[in-house]
């Protein structure tokens, strides 16, 4: 299993732009959720799903639309990209335990993006 | 999101010495408390976890204990080895947030 994958590793965008971040799993998970990560920072969440076309809104979602259209990809769109938006991209899938919210999250290698 | 406190923001050690690290949380609803650690340039990796109907689990040199009456939860590091230098991070389901981080490191 490649288990949770992110395209591109890096990206530059100028201010302005716009793009998607890419983000798929392989293991069946239900959930699926994006952060960013700010240097010498901890992971703040932008998005999440709890499953195929549903989607919420986490502690940071402005300037960023999310989709689940099925259970393996959920991308992230940056409608027109600001300097603010410099950071790294974590996308993480999870699987569903009885009883608790959220069980161990699988975390991509990330996306190093700059926006000049 | 939940207001989850994780203290101490920096922590420095002898190599062989044990380190402790806290997480406070405000949300009674939980019932799982996980720890990551990340590596400088690499991604969040869970390390240990515990569920609310037990007060301490250890895997080899890593313990986590809870104490729900007083809403916080630690992690527990022993006899520490250089590998062990990362930035660690609690976290709590319900609101999907992390502490602030804890960076670590071991002084040889």
């Known amino acids: 299993n490649a288990g949770v994958t992110q395209t591109p590793k890096f990206q530059v965008l100028k201010t302005g732009q716009s793009m998607t971040l890419q983000c798929a799993q392989d293991?069946?998970?239900?959930?699926m959720s994006w952060y960013r990560q700010d240097p010498g920072m901890g992971l703040r969440l932008i998005h999440y799903?709890?499953?195929?076309?549903?989607?919420d809104q986490g502690e940071v979602p402005n300037g960023y639309n999310v989709s689940r259209s099925t259970t393996e990809d959920f991308p992230l769109r940056l409608l027109s990209a600001a300097p603010s938006q410099t950071s790294v991209y974590f996308c993480?899938?999870?699987?569903?335990?009885?009883?608790?919210?959220?069980?161990?999250?699988?975390f991509g290698p990330g996306t190093r993006l700059t926006v000049l | 999101g939940e207001n989850v406190e994780q203290h101490p923001s920096t922590l420095s050690v002898q190599e062989g010495d044990s380190a402790v690290i806290k997480c406070t949380y405000s949300?009674?609803?939980?019932?799982?408390f996980p720890w990551y650690k990340q590596e400088l340039g690499k991604r969040p990796q869970l390390i240990i976890d515990?569920?609310?109907?037990?007060g301490e689990k250890k895997d080899q040199r890593i313990a986590v204990t809870l104490n729900k009456t007083a809403k916080h939860f630690s992690l527990h590091i022993t006899e520490t080895q250089p590998e062990d230098s990362a930035v660690y991070f609690c976290?709590?389901?319900?609101?999907?947030?992390f502490g602030t981080g804890t960076r670590l490191t071991i002084i040889p």
């Open positions: 993480a899938s999870s699987y569903s335990i009885t009883g608790l919210a959220w069980g161990e999250q699988f």
């Open positions: 293991m069946n998970h239900e959930y």
């Open positions: 799903s709890v499953g195929a076309g549903i989607t």
């Open positions: 949300d009674s609803a939980s019932n799982y």
């Open positions: 515990i569920r609310s109907n037990v």
């Open positions: 976290f709590k389901g319900e609101k999907l947030t």
